[in-house]
Nanobody, 119 residues
Framework: QVQLLESGPGLVKPSQTLSLTCSVS??????????WSWIRQPPGKGLEWIGA???????SYNPSLKSRTSISMDASKNQFTLQLSSVTPEDTAVYYC???????????WGQGTQVAVSS
């Protein structure tokens, strides 16, 4: 059973960089053909895919967030991280990490972590 757990600060100030880590257990993030996503849900809105990193360390991003987003992995720790720069209150959301198994399809999810952007 694959388990994912998000961690990071719950409050970030405007213009700063939001950094979150997803720790994966029960499976390796370098297993062939899996991608590992970051997804968020702002209050009262639907899910928004932020980006993903593959088992070969290649990345893909939502075009609307690409200029501010960086996803990386640490295979030795079986973790992958999200950095979102120049945040505004519109980046306030519950942030999830998940394993992607197809286009818009994720089979394992973390519990989510609430991040608020406020001064």
């Amino acid at each position: 059973q694959v388990q994912l757990l998000e961690s990071g600060p719950g409050l970030v100030k405007p213009s700063q960089t939001l950094s979150l880590t997803c720790s994966v257990s029960g499976g390796s993030i370098t297993t062939n053909y899996y991608y590992w996503s970051w997804i968020r849900q702002p209050p009262g809105k639907g899910l928004e895919w932020i980006g993903a990193i593959s088992w070969t360390d290649s990345t893909s991003y939502n075009p609307s967030l690409k200029s501010r987003t960086s996803i990386s992995m640490d295979a030795s720790k079986n973790q992958f991280t999200l950095q979102l720069s120049s945040v505004t209150p519109e980046d306030t959301a519950v942030y999830y990490c998940a394993r992607r198994v197809g286009v818009d399809e994720h089979d394992y999810w973390g519990q989510g972590t609430q991040v608020a952007v406020s001064s």
